[in-house]
């Protein structure tokens, strides 16, 4: 598997407009999660949810078709795609002759479905829904629910992951909170361009010191990691420094290339939210 840096990520790329399963490029998640302490079995579950706002082809009679694409991938899969190789994907469909969405749709899963697994024993469904331009006026705009953390008049002075901000009461009674930040930004690993986005952090178990813990998320600011691997470092910090019951991570990141990715990770089983965009969505 070739690492980040041989992706076409950054690079000048032409575009093909023939469907090209080949242009996806995998990158194994296990070398950042053991970075993080993760060598065995992760202590989390969830999944990476994509928005794709590019997608057309064309029917038997020539004529251009759009959708959007809600992609949903396991945690579990042993591997990400590398965004801007989903995008080269999605856009060989352009000039390709297909009889519905429903074949697109399966390609898109099957495609997905290969590269995500590759190179595990086993394989799972990646969770692929296209939409329609009769259903796009359907699509919510909502920001995450829960208690703001910008509120709070912090001085910031960490631009790189500092976990020892984190701190937890563990003398008093336990807690259940969600804890919202829009202020969250870190950075491209290959081309260093900004990824923005909001974070959602719900727990229960020791209360977690809201500055620290906001202080805490700006410190990702200059720091560089995909999106998926800086939710994990996030759940990892908070677990294993605050040790709460229950916990659950959400990022929605701002669209870069047509796509948004959205990593949710939590400690317990539980259904996914809802794909809901929010307003920089």
């Not at 296209?130 to 829960?146: A, M, N, S």
């Not at 990702?220 to 759940?235: A, D, L, N, P, T």
């Not at 709460?244 to 259904?271: C, E, F, K, M, W």
């Amino acid at each position: 598997m070739n690492p980040p840096e041989q992706s076409r990520l950054g690079k000048a790329s032409t575009y093909v407009d023939q469907y090209d399963a080949a242009l996806l490029f995998p990158i194994p998640r296990a070398d950042k999660r053991a970075e993080i302490g993760i060598t065995g079995a992760a202590p989390f579950f969830g999944a990476d949810l994509w928005t794709a706002f590019e997608l057309s082809w064309l029917n038997a009679r020539g004529k251009p078709q759009l959708a959007l694409a809600h992609i949903t991938v396991p945690c579990e899969t042993p591997n990400i795609v590398e965004s801007k190789s989903v995008k080269l994907y999605l856009n060989s469909f352009n000039n390709t002759c297909l009889a519905d969405a429903a074949q697109v749709q399966a390609r898109i899963r099957a495609d997905l479905g290969e590269a995500v697994w590759r190179g595990a024993e086993r394989s799972a469904a990646v969770g692929v829904t296209l939409l329609g331009p009769e259903r796009f006026d359907q699509e919510p705009v909502h920001e995450l629910d829960g208690l703001s953390l910008d509120r709070l008049d912090v001085e910031c002075t960490h631009y790189q992951p500092a976990p020892e901000l984190l701190r937890a009461r563990f003398d008093a009674a336990p807690v259940s909170e969600v804890l919202t930040s829009k202020l969250f930004r870190s950075n491209c690993p290959v081309t260093g361009q900004p990824d923005w986005a909001s974070v959602q952090i719900a727990y229960s178990g020791p209360q977690i010191d809201q500055e620290g813990l906001l202080q805490y998320l700006v410190s990702f600011r200059r720091h560089s990691e995909f999106h998926e691997q800086c939710v994990e470092r996030i759940f990892m910090d908070l677990w294993t420094r605050c040790q709460p019951g229950a916990l659950t991570v959400y990022a929605r990141y701002t669209r870069r290339g047509g796509i948004d990715i959205n990593p949710l990770r939590t400690s317990r089983p539980q259904g996914l939210p809802r794909n809901v965009r929010t307003a920089r969505q």
